[in-house]
């Protein structure tokens, strides 16, 4: 008998590739955590102790909106946490009509502004940049306002593999 490479169902669009968004491989050893987010990859590396032990796509800040490159160390620490600068206006029915907004933005009648989640919270800077779950719209390309978005399903494992003080670096 041969096997075909040919899809199953005759007719049926061939299944498109996913992305493999992060691997980790944390053994679970001596050693604290450290990333290093490189802009040019949209990746981030983890290492414990100078081990290899996981990455991840990132999605930093697009043009107008960048993420600075500097040494940086995880200040605070909220699993659910909201924004205080953007967000989305939705109308009375749930559907977005501005996908971009601000909270001072001009609403219509019904509508109202929804704050921007920000789950896993994990913050870098005084004003308003860290790293939390996201949606990582094209991998290897900048999507933010400046924060470090990380996949929604691995968010979770890095915010408990960190503490406050687990050093992050930003580089091109």
Not at 134 to 149: D, F, N, T, W
Request: aromatic fraction near 10%.
């Amino acid at each position: 008998m041969l096997a075909s490479c040919a899809p199953t169902t005759p007719g049926a669009p061939p299944r498109k590739a996913q992305h493999v968004m992060y691997q980790w491989h944390d053994d679970g050893g001596p050693g604290g955590v450290a990333i290093n987010i490189r802009l040019s990859e949209q990746k981030a590396y983890i290492t414990r102790g100078g081990r290899d032990i996981g990455w991840t796509y990132v999605a930093t800040g697009k043009e107008g909106h960048g993420t600075s490159p500097g040494r940086y160390s995880i200040t605070e620490k909220i699993v659910d946490k909201y924004s205080n600068r953007y967000g989305w206006i939705e109308d009375e029915f749930g559907n977005v009509v501005d996908g971009d907004a601000k909270p001072g933005d001009r609403k219509g009648p019904g509508e109202k502004y929804v704050p921007a989640p920000m789950p896993y919270w994990m913050r870098l800077t005084s004003y308003g940049i860290g790293m939390h779950g996201g949606i990582i719209p094209q991998p290897g390309e900048p999507a933010s306002h400046g924060c470090i978005r990380l996949p929604h399903e691995f968010v979770p494992t890095l915010f408990n593999e960190v503490n406050v003080g687990t050093p992050v670096r930003i580089t091109y």
